[in-house]
C-alpha cells in the first residue's frame, strides 16, 4: 500500500489535485473538439474533384441569388429559363469520352443519355384541412438514364411506366420567399443539383440505376411544386429520394431525417457526415413546425429517402440575410460533397431493398426498410444500425446489468467483504461491535444531483420571466450560466456533506444511485423505441452501459479490502499482533507497540498487582478508535495510513487510480453522444422565440441537458479544489447579471419581424401590419414616420402579437389603372341547385389569387385541374380557403363551388372575399410600406413574410340563393 506521501506523489491518486486536472482536461478535450465541429465547416478543396466544378457552383448561386424569387415573381420566370440554359450548357460540354489515368486504372466510358423536361402542363388540385389549393406547376426535370434503365422512351406512351429496379429521385426547389434572397434556402441545394448533373455525365459515373434531377418550383408555397412533380411521368421511376433544403443560412448540412437504414446507408459514404436520429424524432413529437419536400415525397408518394438541410443561424432564414455574403464556399462544398456521395451510393445500389409489391394506393412500389439509429461522431465517423438491435440490446442489458451487481454483491456477502449499506462489524469471540459507517453517503447522490437542477431549472423560469429572448443573441451566455451555477452547486453540496460526514463511499453509492436512474430511463427509452419507433433516445443505452461498468468496478474494488471479520479483530486486544498491517488498520501508533510488548513482560514478585498501567478493555478500545474515525488523525498515524483526510480507515486497502477507469468509462460516452444533442437542440431552437415559440422549453432542455452533461462528474466532484468551483461561481454571477439585463437582439441576431400589407379595393383602405413579439413588435411599428400620431393597434395573433397601422399605398398595377382594378371577379349561379355556383377570378400583375368563404364549401372544382387519389381533393367539413396558382400572369381560373344546404327549402348565403397576391419586391417602391420598415426599422430587424404575398387585395363577395350577385 502507497504511504500518503506517495499518494500525494502519484499523478492518478484519487486526491484533489488529480481529480480537479484530470476531470477538467478530459472534459475540455472532448467538449472543444464538439464545439469546433458544430461551428466550423470543412474547408473546401483548393482543386475541384473529377466530374465537379466548384468555382462554377459559387458563381452559379452567385447569379441565382441576384434577386428574390418566390413563385409569384417576375425574377422566378427569369430564373426558370436560366436554369434551363444553364442544365442544356453543362448537357453539352459533357465529354463524350474519357481517357485518362484514375491511378492505375484508364477509364475509357461514354457518357449516359440525358432528357430535360421543362413541366409547363401538370397541375393538380388537392385539400388539406379546411385550405384547398390549385397549382399550376414550373417544374424542370432532367432524368439521366441508368445503365439498368429501360433504352425506349416510355414517358411518351400514356400511363407508361418503367421496368427494373427504380431510380433515385434529388430534388431541391428553385424558388424563394418574397423576402430573402434564398442562397441557403434552396440555392445551396439547386446548384448542387446542377453539380449532379455534371458529375453523372461525366464519363467512369454514368448511374447504375436511373437518376432524376427534380429543380421544383414552389415550395415555399405550402411545397406546392412538390406536390404537382406527382403528376409528371417520370415521378413512376424514383423509388429512393434525397431532398435538399435549408432551414438556416450557413453551417453545415444536416441529414436531419430519413426514413430507414437502408437508404441511410449510403450516407455513409460522406466524408464529413453530420446529424442526429434526434432530428427525425423532433418531427414526429410535433417540435419543430416547418416542413419540407421530405413530407410530400415519403408520406404522400411513398418514396423512401433522406433530409439534408441547413439549420442555423435561424435569424437568417428567409431574410435578406440569406445571401452569399453570409454562407460560404465551405457550405456549399459540405451539401456537394454530401449529396454526391449519397446519391452515387443510391444510384449503385444493385439490391432489392427499395422494391416491393404493387400497391393500390398509386404510390410507387419502394418496398419497405427497418428503422434506423444513426449519428455522427465529431463529424468525420457515421453511425448505423437498426432500431431493433438497439431494442434488443437495451433489453438485455436491462436485465443483465443488476444481475451482474447483484451476483456482485452475494460474493461479496459471501466471503464477508460486503462494506456497502454496513454500520459495524463484530469481532470473533466478542459480543462488542466496531463502527464500520459503511452507509455514509448514501443518500448524498439526490441533493447532489436534486439541488443543482433545481437551481437551474429556477433559472430558466426567471429568465422566461425577466428577459425571454436573451437566448436568440447569447445562446452561449445561458449555457454559461447553467453549467457554472450547476457545478459550482454541486461541488459545495458534496463538501458541506464530506465535511459533516466523510465517506470513502461517495463514489460507489453516487454511481450506484446513477445506475438506478440511468436504468429507468432506458426502461422508458426502451419503451418509446418499441411502441412509437422513437430512436433518439439512443444516447441513453449508452451512457447506461458506461455507468454499469463504472459501478460494476466500484463494486470489484471492495475485494480489495480485508473482511469485515478480519478487520475488526485488528481491533480485538485478545487477538492483536504487533506488525505493520495492524498498526496501519488499527491505528495505533508506535509507542502503542512497544507498551504491547511491554505488557507482554513475564511478572515478577517486584511486579505491581495493578501493573505499570491500566489495561485497555476492548469496550475502551472500541470506544476510543470510534473516536479517532471521527475525529483528526495524530501526526504519526497521517503518515502511516493513506486513507484520505477524515475518511473510514478501511479504506486504506482501496486502490487509489481505478476512479480514473471508472471516470473514463462515464464521462466521454455522455459528452461524445450528449453533447451534439445538446449543440444541435440548442441550434434548432435558440431562435425560434421570435416565431412565437415557448422560449421555457428551450431553457428548461438546457436545465437537463446541463444536469445530464455533468453528472458524471458527480461521483468525483468532492475531491475538487475550490479554484474551479469559486471561478465558475464568478462566472455564474457575472452571466447571470447579463442575461438578466442585456439587450436580446443584434445585428447579426436579428428579430424577425413578418410584414403584409392588405388593401380593401371596395374603400380604398388600407393596413399595414408586422407580426411579432412584444414589446418589440409596438416599438417598430409605433417608430415609423407614416405611424406617427397614427392609432398603432395591437392584437393577439396565435403565439404572437400583430400591429397595423394606416399603410401607404402600394404600386402593384400597371400603367394609369387605378388600384380597384387590380382584381375583378364574375359570379354565375347555378340554374339547376340555390346552393352551387361559378366564380371566375383574374388578377392583373400577379399569378396569384385565392377565394375566402366565412362559411365552409362542401365541394370545390377548378377547371382544366387535374385530381389524384394520393392527394385528397376535397374535405368532409368543408374547406374555408381555395388558393389559386397559375404559371401565366393575368390568368383567369374558374371554380365551381357547392355549399352546405341546411333543410330541404332553405339556403344559407355564401359570403367571403375575393384576394389577389403581389409578392415581388424586386420592383422599387412597389410596396413603400414595406421599404420604410426596412429604412427606419432598427439594425437589430429583420423583415419577413407572413403569407404567400406581401401585398393582398381584397374585394367582398356575397352569392345569395336563387340571385345572381
Known amino acids: 500500500m502507497d504511504s500518503p506521501k506517495a499518494s500525494r506523489a502519484n499523478p492518478l491518486a484519487f486526491t484533489p489535485w488529480p481529480v480537479t486536472l484530470i476531470t477538467a482536461a478530459v472534459y475540455l478535450a472532448f467538449v472543444i473538439p464538439l464545439l469546433v465541429v458544430h461551428h466550423v465547416v470543412p474547408s473546401a478543396p483548393s482543386s475541384s474533384p473529377y466530374g465537379l466544378n466548384l468555382t462554377e457552383a459559387w458563381s452559379d448561386l452567385q447569379a441565382l441569388t441576384e434577386g428574390y424569387r418566390p413563385y409569384n415573381s417576375r425574377q422566378n420566370d427569369k430564373i426558370h429559363d436560366w436554369l434551363l440554359q444553364r442544365i442544356n450548357e453543362i448537357l453539352d460540354a459533357a465529354p463524350s469520352a474519357n481517357s485518362g489515368s484514375d491511378g492505375s486504372v484508364t477509364v475509357t466510358e ?100 436511373g437518376l432524376v434531377v427534380l429543380f421544383n418550383n414552389g415550395e415555399e408555397d405550402f411545397l406546392n411544386g412538390a406536390r404537382v412533380y406527382s403528376q409528371h411521368p417520370l415521378s413512376r421511376l424514383p423509388h429512393t429520394f434525397l431532398n435538399l433544403e435549408g432551414a438556416g443560412a450557413g453551417g453545415r448540412a444536416v441529414l436531419f431525417r430519413s426514413s430507414d437504414a437502408e437508404v441511410t446507408a449510403p450516407y455513409m459514404r460522406s466524408q464529413h457526415p453530420f446529424g442526429s436520429v434526434l432530428g427525425s424524432d423532433g418531427f414526429k413529437a410535433g417540435l419543430v413546425r416547418s416542413q419540407t419536400d421530405y413530407v410530400v415525397f415519403e408520406g404522400d408518394l411513398g418514396l423512401r429517402g433522406l433530409d439534408v438541410a441547413f439549420l442555423e443561424p435561424r435569424a437568417r432564414y428567409h431574410t435578406d440575410q440569406d445571401d452569399t455574403r453570409h454562407t460560404s464556399v465551405n457550405s456549399l462544398w459540405h451539401m456537394l460533397s454530401t449529396a454526391v456521395a449519397t446519391t452515387e451510393g443510391l444510384v449503385s445500389d444493385s439490391s432489392d431493398h427499395f422494391e416491393g409489391p404493387t400497391k393500390h394506393d ?3 412500389p419502394s418496398g ?15 453511425v448505423l444500425f437498426r432500431l431493433h438491435t438497439l431494442f434488443a440490446l437495451s433489453v438485455t442489458l436491462l436485465v443483465v446489468a443488476p444481475l451482474v451487481l447483484l451476483v456482485t454483491s452475494i460474493i461479496l456477502t459471501k466471503v464477508d467483504k460486503m462494506y456497502l449499506f454496513r454500520t459495524s462489524a463484530r469481532p470473533e469471540g466478542t459480543l462488542e461491535v466496531l463502527p464500520l459507517y459503511g452507509d455514509r453517503g448514501f443518500i448524498r447522490f439526490p441533493f447532489l444531483l436534486g439541488i443543482p437542477t433545481a437551481v437551474l431549472v429556477g433559472l430558466a423560469y426567471l429568465l422566461t420571466k425577466v428577459n425571454p429572448l436573451i437566448i436568440h443573441s447569447s445562446q452561449y451566455a445561458v449555457w454559461a450560466m447553467m453549467v457554472s451555477a450547476w457545478t459550482f452547486l454541486a461541488w459545495f453540496v458534496s463538501r458541506v456533506a464530506d465535511f459533516a460526514r466523510p465517506s470513502a463511499f461517495h ?93 507482554d513482560e513475564t511478572p515478577t514478585e517486584s511486579t505491581s498487582l495493578l501493573g505499570s498501567r491500566q489495561r485497555t478493555t476492548f469496550a475502551n478500545y472500541v470506544r476510543v478508535n470510534a473516536d479517532t474515525e471521527n475525529h483528526s488523525e495524530t501526526e504519526a498515524d497521517e503518515r502511516r495510513i493513506d486513507v484520505y483526510g477524515l475518511e473510514q480507515r478501511w479504506s486504506a486497502s482501496l486502490p487509489k487510480w481505478l476512479w480514473v477507469l471508472q471516470y473514463l468509462l462515464s464521462a466521454p460516452i455522455t459528452l461524445i453522444l450528449v453533447g451534439p444533442l445538446a449543440l444541435l437542440l440548442t441550434s434548432t431552437l435558440y431562435q425560434t422565440g421570435q416565431d412565437g415559440s415557448s422560449s421555457l422549453f428551450i431553457y428548461l432542455a438546457i436545465a437537463i441537458l446541463t444536469a445530464i452533461l455533468l453528472n458524471p462528474v458527480l461521483p468525483y466532484i468532492h475531491r475538487y479544489t475550490y479554484h474551479i468551483p469559486l471561478f465558475l461561481l464568478a462566472v455564474f454571477i457575472g452571466t447571470l447579471i447579463y442575461n438578466l439585463v442585456a439587450f436580446p437582439f443584434s445585428d447579426s441576431n436579428r428579430l424577425k419581424l413578418y410584414f403584409i400589407q392588405q388593401v380593401d379595393l371596395d374603400t380604398g383602405s388600407n393596413t399595414a401590419s408586422l407580426t411579432g413579439v412584444e414589446p418589440f413588435v409596438h416599438d417598430v411599428a409605433a417608430g415609423l414616420p407614416s405611424a406617427a400620431g397614427q392609432n398603432v393597434t395591437c392584437d393577439t395573433w396565435g403565439d404572437r402579437v400583430k400591429c397595423s397601422w394606416p399603410g401607404i399605398p402600394p404600386h402593384v398595377v400597371d400603367g394609369d389603372k387605378a388600384l380597384s382594378e387590380w382584381l375583378s371577379y364574375e359570379i354565375t349561379k347555378s340554374t339547376e341547385k340555390p346552393n352551387k355556383a361559378q366564380i371566375t377570378v383574374s388578377g392583373q400583375n400577379t399569378r396569384a389569387c385565392k377565394l375566402l368563404f366565412d362559411t365552409p364549401v362542401k365541394t370545390i372544382h377548378v377547371a382544366d385541374s387535374a385530381y389524384d387519389s394520393r392527394f385528397p381533393s376535397s374535405s368532409p367539413k368543408g374547406v374555408k380557403e381555395i388558393r389559386l396558382w397559375s404559371r401565366t400572369w393575368e390568368n383567369s381560373w374558374t371554380v365551381d363551388l357547392e355549399w352546405f344546404s341546411f333543410g330541404s327549402e332553405e339556403f344559407e348565403s355564401l359570403t367571403g372575399q375575393v384576394v389577389c397576391l403581389w409578392s415581388d419586391y424586386n420592383q422599387p417602391g412597389a410596396i413603400p410600406a414595406l421599404d420604410e420598415v426596412r429604412q427606419y426599422g432598427p439594425a437589430w430587424v429583420a423583415v419577413s413574410k407572413v403569407a404567400d404575398g406581401l401585398v393582398e387585395g381584397r374585394k367582398k363577395i356575397a352569392i345569395a340563393p336563387g340571385v345572381a350577385s
Not at 425506349?152 to 424558388?175: C, I
Not at 461522431?377 to 457515421?382: D, H, K, Q, W
Not at 487477538?575 to 511491554?598: F, I, K, N, V
Open 368 to 382: 419497405e426498410g427497418h428503422q434506423a439509429v444513426w449519428f455522427d461522431l465529431y463529424g468525420s465517423t457515421f
Open 362 to 364: 398509386g404510390k410507387v
Open 110 to 209: 461514354a457518357k449516359a443519355d440525358a432528357f430535360v423536361f421543362d413541366d409547363a402542363v401538370s397541375n393538380l388540385t388537392f385539400t388539406r384541412d379546411d385550405l384547398a389549393v390549385y397549382f399550376e406547376g414550373t417544374n424542370i426535370l432532367v432524368y439521366i438514364r441508368g445503365e439498368e434503365d429501360d433504352t425506349d422512351t416510355w414517358w411518351e406512351v400514356p400511363e407508361g411506366r418503367p421496368k427494373g429496379k427504380g431510380g433515385v429521385l434529388v430534388n431541391a426547389h428553385y424558388d424563394s420567399v418574397s423576402t430573402g434572397y434564398g442562397a441557403t434556402d434552396d440555392g445551396v441545394g439547386v446548384v448542387t443539383c446542377l453539380q449532379l448533373i455534371r458529375y453523372f455525365m461525366t464519363p467512369g459515373h454514368a448511374p447504375r440505376r
Open 507 to 599: 463514489r460507489v453509492y453516487t454511481l450506484t444511485w446513477t445506475f438506478v436512474f440511468m436504468w429507468v430511463l432506458l426502461v422508458i427509452a426502451t419503451v418509446y423505441q418499441d411502441r412509437w419507433g422513437m430512436a433518439g433516445s439512443y444516447f441513453v443505452f449508452f451512457a447506461f452501459s458506461g455507468t454499469f461498468l463504472a459501478t460494476w468496478i466500484s463494486y470489484l474494488e471492495l475485494f480489495s479490502l480485508p473482511r469485515k471479520a478480519e478487520y475488526a479483530n485488528q481491533f480485538n486486544p485478545a487477538s492483536r499482533r504487533p506488525s505493520s498491517y495492524g498498526s496501519r488498520l488499527g491505528g495505533t501508533s508506535d509507542g502503542d507497540e512497544e507498551e504491547e510488548e511491554d505488557d
